[in-house]
């Protein structure tokens, strides 16, 4: 065979494999860009969901409505020893138009107090009927003094309107005999919520 020849189609064979090796470099890169763009649209996603888990929709807000059509803040400056209220109050996934919420939510009751006096307090909420305690958990703010005790978590659905009920029970035992403490001037309890988009 001449020479030449020989040379010329090993030639050949060289740039058709040059030519494969490059085409499928260039698939492998398609396709990696490929799984790069997903990961980040998931992880984008993800992360845009959780720092919008906190903003209010555009069509309802999570509502708390009391029974005694009060806003949460009970004054308690004509209180004695001895005392005891009881307070109902519903948290709603709609508006007073019946407006939906548009996500899940996730939340809790709040219950504040200037800790001014030794109260008991006893959270329930209604669950097919009966009530059921709700356990409370404590935590002082060191600079204010104040007292915030924080409810179990609780969720509402989206899409479908739903009403939770509770009811709080606030006491001053009457075993104090201290009498800086049997003045109420100032104390108060305040009851709101904790909440958040629930992302399952």
Not at 193 to 198: I, T
């Given at each position: 065979m001449d020479k030449t020849l020989f040379i010329e189609k090993r030639s050949g064979k060289e740039k058709?494999?040059?030519?494969f090796s490059a085409s499928l470099l260039l698939y492998y890169f398609a396709i990696a860009c490929f799984i790069a763009i997903m990961v980040s649209s998931v992880s984008f996603a993800k992360f845009s969901s959780t720092i919008s888990s906190n903003v209010t929709s555009d069509v309802a807000?999570?509502?708390?409505?009391?029974?005694?059509?009060g806003t949460g803040t009970i004054e308690l400056s004509d209180w004695t020893p001895g005392d005891q209220e009881t307070f109902n109050f519903n948290v709603m996934n709609f508006d007073s138009q019946n407006r939906l919420v548009e996500f899940a939510?996730?939340?809790?009751?709040?219950?504040?107090?200037?800790s001014l006096i030794d109260l008991n307090f006893v959270l329930s909420q209604k669950v097919n009927g009966s009530w059921t305690t709700v356990a409370l958990s404590q935590y002082v703010d060191?600079?204010?003094?104040?007292?915030?005790?924080?409810g179990e978590d609780c969720t509402l659905p989206h899409s479908v309107a739903k009403t939770d009920e509770f009811r709080l029970v606030v006491s001053w035992p009457n075993s104090s005999d201290n009498e800086n403490l049997l003045t109420t001037d100032g104390e108060y309890i305040k009851v709101g919520?904790?909440?958040?988009?629930?992302i399952a």
């Open positions: 058709m494999r040059v030519k807000a999570l509502r708390i409505q009391f029974d005694d059509g939510i996730k939340y809790r009751i709040v219950i504040e107090t200037a060191s600079e204010s003094s104040f007292t915030i005790l924080y919520l904790d909440w958040q988009q629930d």
